[in-house]
């Protein structure tokens, strides 16, 4: 695992042991090449004098990281404590990395069925169909008018084959171009995105465990609240929730709570946000708070993936047996044409 760098660190300069040397360890044990090469020019920035947090620049994204692990490499370059700042790094990793591994199970499975229908159809269009077509046409059978979509939808394909994908390429590289370089055009349809009941959950949620979860470890890194909105801004890409946080920023910069922040936002307000932040800065716990508050969207998540897979597997299956249903008719009801055609 890559989070395994922070873990070995963190064991080794207890030994006691420089970074340098730790790094040297480590590097003969990872078998990555690229962390490998990160570590080969960490050490190498750290022995020319160069800030720790600096150096750490050159892998972090490598192992996962954002620019909250260089935050808190700062801070524990700042306190000394290099021991807990790289075990809670490592934390922060894994947790990032379970994340993103249940997202990526969670449309694996739907994905491969719907590949496999797809395949599945066009093998029995290219390969069937062109067997059994040379007899409806000697026979004088009159072909279905699914049989002739198929037909038809085949052969269009086969004979533009190339001018569809130059075409498909051609579509995919403008949306791409459009929606990067346009930021107007990339902040409507994350808006839109917004407005979809179940995908605007899952996107809050997910954008929520991020924020709550760096900003917890950052206020136990002893990092400021302001510093943290502030570090924690540059890693956001979404633009309605980046909005959003920016608005929190420059509250918070002239000396408004968090609570009193969140309830001029337009996402966060009416959320869990704002209890559990009135709640921390009662009780001068905020990063208790924030941890219960990652817990909450841990589990949202959990239960919004599990609930996604319950509705997405039968409905996806639903739709592929129609497909498929519909490619066998075609197949078969000439044959019956054929059989009727042949009796007496």
């Not at 720790?52 to 700042?78: L, N, P, Q, R, Y």
């Not at 002893?222 to 946080?245: G, T």
């Not at 078969?332 to 055609?341: A, G, L, T």
Request: charge should be positive; aromatic fraction near 10%.
């Amino acid at each position: 695992m890559k989070a395994d760098l922070f873990v070995y660190l963190s064991y080794f300069i207890q030994v006691p042991m420089t970074i340098p040397e730790a790094l040297t360890l480590i590097e003969r044990k990872i078998k990555d090449r690229k962390i490998c090469n990160g570590i080969g020019i960490v050490k190498e920035k750290i022995l020319e004098g160069k800030p720790v947090s600096e150096s750490f620049v050159h892998i972090v994204h490598v192992v996962g990281g954002d620019s909250t692990v260089i935050s808190m490499i700062k801070s524990a370059e700042k306190s000394g404590d290099f021991n807990n700042g790289f075990l809670r790094i490592a934390e922060y990793i894994e947790k990032k990395a379970e994340v993103r591994r249940k997202l990526v199970e969670s449309i694996t499975y739907p994905t491969l069925i719907f590949l496999f229908s797809i395949c599945m159809s066009y093998a029995i269009v290219s390969f069937i169909f062109p067997k059994i077509l040379p007899i409806f046409s000697s026979m004088k059978v009159d072909v279905p008018y699914a049989t002739k979509l198929i037909l038809l939808c085949t052969g269009f394909v086969e004979g533009n084959i190339l001018v569809i994908l130059l075409m498909s390429v051609l579509v995919i590289y403008v949306v791409k171009y459009v929606y990067g370089e346009y930021v107007a055009v990339r902040e409507y349809i994350q808006s839109m995105f917004l407005k979809v009941p179940v995908l605007a959950t899952f996107i809050f949620s997910n954008y929520s465990l991020h924020i709550s979860r760096s900003l917890e470890v950052l206020l136990k890194s002893e990092s400021s609240l302001a510093d943290a909105m502030n570090n924690v801004l540059q890693d956001l890409k979404y633009i309605p929730i980046q909005k959003d946080m920016h608005i929190m920023c420059e509250m918070i910069s002239q000396g408004v709570t968090l609570s009193t922040a969140l309830q001029a936002t337009r996402y966060f307000k009416h959320t869990p946000w704002v209890e559990l932040s009135m709640v921390g800065e009662a009780t001068g716990r905020l990063d208790a708070s924030l941890s219960y508050l990652s817990k909450i969207y841990t589990e949202d998540i959990s239960k919004l993936h599990r609930r996604i897979s319950k509705w997405v597997e039968p409905v996806l299956m639903f739709c592929i047996a129609g497909v498929v249903l519909f490619v066998s008719l075609s197949v078969i009801q000439p044959m019956y044409s054929i059989v009727e055609h042949v009796s007496p």
